[in-house]
């Protein structure tokens, strides 16, 4: 058992819990990246990126992921291989144990452990992912130019999505499970005045179905009279919610009801003063890589403000 002590532990190694460490490791807090058991977070799981500021070409996603631990390696970070499984934020500094045994103490903590999209777990879901299944509009809508696209959900993510769908497809069907939608009446509105889109009303699906070169429908199952049927679509969206990865800070930091962490607005402090959330853990609307990144910076310039004025302090008294 090692015990690796820094200024500032980070935990998770996404693009928020790495731009925090370029920034943390630049201001000489010699940071610490507990990496998880994602190495890279979401990003490792897409393909193709055209969203990331600065690329003009499609990059993708390991890749990005690849170099931006690569800059925050170069730049003076050290690169942990491990997964906490326990917290002790009570007192500065503060201490995470990890799978290994390690410990680790940081005199402040990033918590940048991200979200994960919630899945359907139905038959050939995860076999078509990148294949014609998504859990991201944003990330893949493009690559959907001209085609027919279903968006399976009925809370706010899917009616967005769907919504946000209309700029690539002209022919988009939301899917819900049930008579009536649990989004905001201000999305659903839009929804229903859109001419491209259609619903599907009491519909859950039974699997995806492949064909040659990737998904070519949805078999559905009407939830009141039980009759089969199939949606034929070239991409489907589940949208059905995302899970923050917050397990290890129940009772430790507030939540929402979501289990999104709490942060002071406009900044990622949370109540713990010394603690900061960043990127999707505390981020349930916009959920970009580039926000994530935004607030992973923000995290390491408050971290480092916090040290400076705790440091002062000790210094007079
Ligand atoms: P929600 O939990 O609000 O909605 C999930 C939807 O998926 C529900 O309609 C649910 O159906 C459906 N669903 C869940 N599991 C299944 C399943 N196994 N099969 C079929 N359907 C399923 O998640 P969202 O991601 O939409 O939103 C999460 C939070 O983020 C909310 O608080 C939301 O308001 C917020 N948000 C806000 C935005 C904004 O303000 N612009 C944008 C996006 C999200 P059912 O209704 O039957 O339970």
């Known amino acids: 058992m090692t015990t690796h002590t820094t200024r500032m532990l980070i935990i998770g190694s996404g693009p928020a819990g790495l731009s925090a460490a370029i920034y943390g490791a630049r201001a000489g807090m010699q940071p610490i990246v507990v990496q998880g058991l994602q190495p890279g977070g979401q990003l490792t799981i897409t393909t193709d990126v055209e969203n990331y500021p600065g690329f003009r070409d499609v990059i993708q996603g390991p890749w990005l992921m690849q170099e931006m631990q690569a800059q925050a390696e170069h730049v003076g970070t ?89 700029n690539h497809s002209p022919d988009v069907t939301l899917i819900h499970r049930r008579d009536s939608l649990r989004a905001e009446k201000i999305l659903q509105d839009r929804l229903f005045a859109h001419p491209n889109i259609k619903v599907l009303w009491n519909k859950a699906v039974d699997h995806f179905v492949g064909g040659e070169s990737g998904l070519i429908g949805v078999a559905l199952k009407d939830t009141v009279t039980g009759e089969a049927s199939v949606e034929p679509t070239d991409g489907a969206f589940v949208a059905i919610g995302h899970a923050p990865s917050t397990e290890l800070f129940k009772g430790k930091l507030e939540m929402d009801d979501g289990g999104y962490l709490i942060v002071e607005p406009g900044t990622p402090k949370t109540a713990i003063p010394g603690v900061f959330a960043c990127g999707d853990v505390m981020d349930h609307i916009y959920r970009q890589a580039v926000t994530a990144a935004g607030t992973g910076c923000m995290a390491a310039l408050d971290a480092e403000r916090f040290l400076a004025e705790r440091d002062f302090a000790a210094s007079k008294a």
Not at 117 to 134: C, H, I, N, R, T
Request: proline share 2%.
């Open 78 to 166: 050290r690169m942990l291989w491990d997964t906490i499984t326990e917290v002790d934020l009570t007192s500065s500094p503060f201490r995470a144990i990890g799978d290994s045994g390690d410990v680790y103490e940081g005199d402040t903590l990033v918590i940048a452990t991200g979200a994960q999209a919630k899945w359907l777990g139905a038959p050939s879901e995860q076999e078509l992912s990148g294949k014609g299944v998504s859990a991201c509009a944003t990330c893949d809508g493009f690559f959907y130019r001209g085609k027919k696209v279903v968006v399976i959900g009925g809370g706010n993510t899917a009616v967005e999505e769907a919504l946000y769908l209309t």
